[in-house]
Structure formats: structure tokens, C-alpha cells
């Protein structure tokens, strides 16, 4: 049985768990000694936290021996990752940052309160970008993640280290954010499944969230383990900005993604770019396509629309993210350690003006209330996860020809590289990446659906049945 853990998701995990054919401690010793062999070649972890995850499983353990199996929450025992811009009581906590590099939060995020209510296990903090500000994996704290699809590429950002554990067996499930496509960009570099969950879905507490654009949610290997994880994240707390509406009464995610099938729905889609100079690799062209027709044999109608965000999206979400960068308060004299791309970003922010952020805010608003007026009449959207396939770290940090101070460029090539994902981010909706499509040298190309507001459910069930025509979960790389 234990031989055969590997191969199973989380949900499997757990029914073994409770059916007394694996322990909590030989499914985080197994994890662990995945941490060993893969985290130096593919910069998953920033920190590992090999003790308290013992112990952690150790009490799992006392609990099932002296309660019994009975009323255990669906991912009991299961080992999981938690990204390290999030906040966890007593762990180093970087942000992907040298200026935090010693940071040790008193308290943990509700999320993590949240996930470890659920039974599930951390064994470490997943490697993220400076302040998660980039769409690749990579910071002077540790090493670069890379997809375990092919070691030279990487993994994606921001919650790249998330994405790559997952893909690489380390972990069933893993958590993530996602604030301009930083869940579904990884996911479709590394081949699994990715959920932004909607604006409000999941309390970003204690912390802000000013503009509204980032939310935490669920990489997984299947559909129904994101559904279980978002089960487990899914709620308001007390003085939260944004509320999404909870499910009906009796509803789970996990029931939406096991036992609810979507009904014949209408679909639209784009892929068209408008004038921004972005060309899509005729991979992820062909990803979308054959989701497409998938879509057409399983009796739905898709529908194509032009693209409704092309002209203002680019300039909102530019003036937003520099100000954005600033939540992260530095110490005086400590600006020197942060990447110049972080910089940048940050002295961007302080350029910006009350009025400037204003619009911005705005703007944001003005463009939803249009696209979901225009698209209304859809269930759900299809495109692209993203523009190309993915990259080595050097494409974007610089290569020879392409001085690295050049950071304007690097800002072109993220956006050339994840030209669709910051829609959802703006407009609050739910959106995921599926990877149904593989290139023939075996890299992953996702495909990305969009839901209506705060119809994760409804989306949930359209994925499983996506993944049940076309199973990816028995892919594994080569490592």
C-alpha cells in the first residue's frame, strides 16, 4: 500500500487514512523524503519544516487511535505546502524576500488556521517570487523553480515552488494565491490543475487586500481535491472587505466537482490579443482549440466574442500592481536587498498619485461591470492560460543581448508570457487551468476557464467533467 501512494490525490490519501492502510507519519515520512530528492533540483521548498510536521502527524495519529475515524474532515492526515507569502506562526516566513529573510510571524494567516483545522499537514513553505510580484519563481532567498517537466524551464510564478511540488509528487495538493494569475500560471506550466477562487471567497486575514485582485486558493493534482481544499478555505472573517455569497445549504465544493454534473451550457471565447504586440505560441493555440472541440463533443455551445479586455486592463493593472508592492513595509536602509524588479515596482507605486490610484481603482470597476454585462449571457469563458509555453528563468530575468537593468522589458516580457491571466483578477470571477494538452515533447499547456461571479461550484463541475473525458492526473514527468 505504501508503494502505491504516490498515484493516489489527496481525497485517496485520506480514505486510506481512515481506512487504517496508511498512517499520517508514513504519509508525511514519504513527502518528506520527496522533499530530498526534488527540492534541490527544482527550488521547491524556501523553507522545510520537517519537525512540526512530524509532530504534527504524530498527533494525527493519537487522535485516530482514541476517536476513531468518525466525523474526521475529508483531507485528515494528508500532507500539503503552504506558499510563503503567506504568514505562519513560528515558521520563517521570507515573502521570497532577503530583506525578510529572518521574518518569524507571531500569528498565523486564517488560511493556514483554516487548512490545518481541515487535518492537512505542512511540510514546508513553497518558493515564491519577491513579494509574489513576477509570473516566474525566482529570489536571492533561495534557488529557482523549475517545472518538473523539463528542469531548464520554470515553474511559473508566483506560486511556483506550489506548483512544482505537486507536479513532482512531493505533495497531493498545495496552497497558493493568486493576484494577476499567480495559481493558474504555475499550474499550466507544471501540468496540473489550478483555482483562483472569487474576490471574497477566501479572508485574506489578518492582512488587506486594498484592490481586491488576490485571492489564496487550491493546486492540486485532481479537480476534486481543489474542491475539498476550497471547502476547507472557503469563508469570511470578521471585518473582511469582500464577501462572497456562501453555498446553498447542504453544498460543498466537493459536491459540485463529484456529483453535480453542469448541464449543457453555453461557453464563449476568445484568443485574439488586439493591437498589444502579443503572439500566442501555436501550442497554446492548439491547447485552446482542442479544448474547444472537447467542449462541442460533450454537447456544449461555445460561442466566440472579442476579447472584452484588451484595451484597458493593460494600464489598470499596471498602476494597481506598483502600488500593490508597497503592502510589504521594509525597513529603512533594507530597500538595497530587494531585486531591482521589485524596485521597480515599488517606486512606481510611491510615483503614483491619490488621483492616479483613483482612477485606477476606478477603472477596475467600470471595466468589470462592462465585461460581465457583455458576457452575461455565458456560463463560462474559455482561453488560454497563457501566451507561450514555458520559459526559462533567463527569459525573463535577462539573457545575452538583453541587459537585465532593462526592466521595463522584463515587465513586456511577463506580460507577452501571461497576456490572459489578470482578467479574473480584475472582474473578481472565479477562473482555472486545466491541463488538457501536452506538446510533443511532453510540456504542459493549460487551458483557463472563467466562471461567472462566485460560481466556483458550477465552474467545479464543468473541470470534472472536462477531467473525466480527458484524465491528465496518471501523467507523471520524468524525474
Not at 325 to 343: D, M, N, Q, Y
Request: a negative charge; charged letters at 20%.
Amino acid at each position: 500500500m505504501y508503494e502505491d501512494i504516490t498515484g493516489m490525490d489527496a481525497l485517496a490519501q485520506a480514505d486510506a487514512v481512515r481506512g487504517g492502510e496508511v498512517s499520517p507519519v508514513e504519509l508525511v515520512e514519504r513527502s518528506l523524503a520527496a522533499v530530498e530528492k526534488y527540492d534541490a533540483p527544482l527550488g521547491v521548498f524556501v523553507t522545510v519544516t520537517a519537525d512540526a510536521a512530524r509532530r504534527q502527524a504524530r498527533e494525527a495519529e493519537r487522535r485516530l487511535r482514541e476517536d476513531g475515524a468518525q466525523g474526521l474532515p475529508p483531507l485528515f492526515g494528508v500532507p500539503t505546502a503552504i506558499k510563503d507569502l503567506t504568514a505562519t506562526a513560528g515558521v520563517r516566513t521570507t515573502f521570497g524576500s532577503r530583506a525578510f529573510a529572518g521574518h518569524v510571524p507571531e500569528r498565523d494567516a486564517r488560511s493556514v488556521e483554516l487548512l490545518r483545522a481541515a487535518g492537512l499537514i505542512s511540510v514546508g513553505k513553497t518558493n515564491t517570487p519577491e513579494f509574489g510580484l513576477s509570473s516566474y519563481s525566482d529570489n536571492d532567498v533561495t534557488r529557482s523553480a523549475r517545472t518538473p517537466w523539463d528542469v531548464s524551464r520554470s515553474a511559473g510564478g508566483s506560486s511556483g515552488g506550489a506548483a512544482a511540488a505537486v507536479a513532482a509528487g512531493v505533495v497531493p495538493l498545495a496552497h497558493g494565491s493568486d493576484g494577476g494569475g499567480s495559481i493558474r500560471i504555475p499550474a499550466s506550466s507544471c501540468g496540473i490543475f489550478g483555482l483562483k477562487p472569487s474576490r471574497g471567497r477566501v479572508s485574506p486575514g489578518p492582512d488587506a487586500n486594498v484592490a481586491g485582485l488576490t485571492v489564496e486558493g487550491p493546486l492540486a493534482r485532481t479537480v476534486r481535491d481543489a474542491a475539498a481544499m476550497l471547502d476547507a478555505l472557503a469563508g469570511p472573517d470578521v471585518g473582511d472587505p469582500y464577501w462572497a455569497p456562501p453555498l446553498g445549504k447542504g453544498e460543498t465544493f466537493l459536491s459540485y466537482a463529484r456529483n453535480t454534473e453542469p448541464g449543457r451550457l453555453r461557453i464563449a471565447r476568445y484568443a485574439d490579443l488586439g493591437d498589444t504586440g502579443a503572439v500566442i505560441d501555436p501550442a497554446c493555440r492548439a491547447a485552446y482549440e482542442q479544448a474547444t472541440e472537447l467542449l462541442l463533443s460533450l454537447g456544449h455551445e461555445v460561442e466566440e466574442i472579442r476579447n472584452p479586455f484588451v484595451a484597458e486592463i493593460g494600464e489598470i493593472f499596471f498602476v494597481t500592481w506598483g502600488v500593490q508592492s508597497l503592502r510589504f513595509p521594509v525597513a529603512e536602509g533594507e530597500e538595497e536587498l530587494l531585486r531591482p524588479i521589485t524596485r521597480f515596482w515599488r517606486e512606481r507605486g510611491r510615483a503614483t498619485s491619490g488621483e492616479e490610484f483613483y482612477r485606477a481603482l476606478a477603472g477596475q470597476q467600470l471595466l468589470t461591470r462592462r465585461v460581465l454585462a457583455a458576457t452575461q449571457q455565458h456560463d463560462a469563458v474559455l482561453t488560454p492560460t497563457l501566451g507561450m509555453l514555458p520559459q526559462p528563468p533567463a527569459y525573463f530575468t535577462g539573457e545575452p543581448g538583453v541587459p537585465a537593468e532593462d526592466l521595463m522589458q522584463q515587465v513586456m516580457r511577463q506580460s507577452l508570457f501571461t497576456p490572459f491571466t489578470s482578467a479574473a483578477n480584475v472582474t473578481g470571477q472565479p477562473a482555472a487551468s486545466l491541463p488538457l494538452y501536452w506538446t510533443e515533447d511532453g510540456l504542459p499547456v493549460g487551458v483557463s476557464l472563467t466562471g461567472r461571479p462566485a460560481g466556483e461550484g458550477p465552474l467545479l463541475s464543468l473541470c470534472a467533467q472536462l477531467e473525466a473525458a480527458r484524465p491528465w492526473a496518471h501523467r507523471r514527468p520524468a524525474l
